[in-house]
């Protein structure tokens, strides 16, 4: 133990956020401890507020402080045109694209044999019950286009061509392999504008 224990409980902590490793937990432990006491507070209570009032939204499951997300509630947005992410994460590097106008559906992850989780475990009849009453008349599929990605991408197009509903997948100018978070602005705008057909 190299420093006291409360430090240490905190760089421990930290360390189970993704992507932070001992150096960086460090880092930002020796921040939080220089730091006003005000900007402390802040972010204990900026944690609590997020653990005690976020929710999924009823309609999307995207993440929100009411019933439904600002997404679903938005008038302005495109009816019958439906984004499918794996996680609540990936909204918000679409939406900083701006080339998607529509709404979207939250899986709640991706298929993968290996870790037990199958199409029953994600929100795919959920999705499946907003084609009707919302008229949807496309869906983009916006899964990371590493092997879980594209077999979900694949089960979805599967089930969703006997209901007519027009299936595409985004043309990543990505690497393949690469998550969709690590895409810039750019990369998103021209993948929705070549999206390609799925299920032909």
Do not use: W
């Amino acid at each position: 133990m190299f420093h006291s224990e409360p430090i240490d409980r905190l760089i421990n902590e930290l360390m189970k956020m993704p992507s932070v490793g001992p150096k960086t937990a460090q880092r930002l432990a020796f921040h939080i401890i220089k730091a006003p006491a005000d900007d402390a507070d802040r972010l204990i209570r900026a944690v609590r507020d997020v653990k005690e009032k976020i929710r999924q939204c009823a309609i999307c499951r995207n993440l929100t402080d009411g019933e439904t997300c600002p997404i679903c509630q938005n008038d302005r947005r495109q009816n019958g045109s439906i984004c499918v992410v794996a996680d609540a994460g990936d909204i918000p590097v679409i939406e900083r694209a701006r080339a998607f106008a529509g709404r979207y559906h939250v899986l709640g992850g991706v298929i993968s044999p290996m870790d037990g989780i199958g199409p029953d475990h994600l929100n795919i009849k959920g999705l499946l019950s907003r084609i009707e009453p919302e008229k949807v008349e496309e869906i983009i599929i916006a899964t990371n286009s590493d092997t879980q990605g594209e077999v979900t991408a694949m089960y979805l197009a599967k089930i969703l061509k006997p209901l007519g509903v027009a299936t595409y997948r985004l043309a990543y100018g990505l690497p393949m392999g690469a998550a969709l978070e690590h895409a810039d602005e750019i990369t998103l705008s021209r993948a929705f504008q070549g999206k390609r057909v799925m299920g032909d």
